[in-house]
């Protein structure tokens, strides 16, 4: 095997992290979309609004451990 030039490498982590950012970039965009769930608690005042997505949460963890362990799966 050939060994792999430290630019070479440097030029895939670049690929992934620019990747990973993409990623990260549309689940932002898309998030503010999303309906809130039933276990999503909304504080409001005069002046100040809290959003805790717990119901959110929820969901999301399960997705991803569901998704992590298929593909991490041996």
């Known amino acids: 095997m050939a060994d ?3 630019f070479a ?3 895939r982590l670049l690929l992934v992290a ?3 950012l993409i990623v990260l970039g ?3 965009t898309l998030v503010g979309r ?3 769930l039933p276990g999503d608690i909304v ?3 005069p002046g100040l609004t809290v959003f805790i997505p717990l119901g959110t949460m929820v969901l999301l963890s399960v997705v991803l451990t569901i998704v992590l362990n298929l593909v991490f799966r041996r």
């Open 4 to 6: 792999v030039s430290p």
């Open 9 to 11: 490498s440097l030029g």
């Open 18 to 20: 620019g990747a990973v």
């Open 26 to 28: 549309l689940a932002v």
């Open 34 to 36: 999303l309906p809130r």
């Open 43 to 45: 504080i409001e005042r």
